[in-house]
């Protein structure tokens, strides 16, 4: 199954949260954007400042993300994608969002049944209403 996984669901699924992701072991070409590198780290950090997390746990689970992220297909965070981001949507949306769902759908028609995976359920909303078969969202819409 090819899948465009957003932070939300990578950082579920590294630190073993609640809810994570059902479709995940069925995923054979994972792919996102350069940026969830970026925002899964930046969210450990802050949790370690946070939460008070110790180093031995903040070890892990950036090892976690840098491993998983190596194993994904990655959409360079280009002129072409920030364009595209910066282009009105058929919903709200925010910048960082709007990055991940421009990257998926300028990937979309090299990737057949190429799905989309978030646990955001702004961003869920947008990628459905641009054509993704969307995972992961907590609402039934």
């Known amino acids: 199954m090819n899948v465009y996984v957003d932070s939300s669901v990578l950082l579920r699924i590294v630190l073993g949260e609640p809810d994570r992701l059902r479709i995940w072991p069925t995923i054979t070409t994972a792919v996102s954007s350069e940026l969830i590198r970026l925002e899964c780290l930046r969210t450990i950090d802050r949790a370690r400042i946070r939460l008070g997390l110790e180093d031995r746990h ?49 990937i979309r028609g090299d990737l057949a049944g190429l799905a989309f995976a978030t646990h955001d359920d702004e961003l869920g909303t947008a990628a459905r209403a641009t054509g993704f078969q969307v995972h992961g969202m907590s609402r039934g819409i």
Do not use: C, M, N, Q
């Not at 993300?65 to 190596?70: F, I, K, P």
């Not at 990055?99 to 300028?106: C, G, K, R, T």
């Open 58 to 106: 903040i070890a892990k689970y950036r090892a976690d993300v840098l491993e998983a992220v190596d194993a994904f297909s990655l959409v360079a965070l280009d002129s072409i994608v920030l364009e595209r981001a910066s282009e009105p949507f058929p919903t709200a949306l925010g910048s960082l969002d709007a990055i991940h769902l421009a990257s998926a759908l300028l």
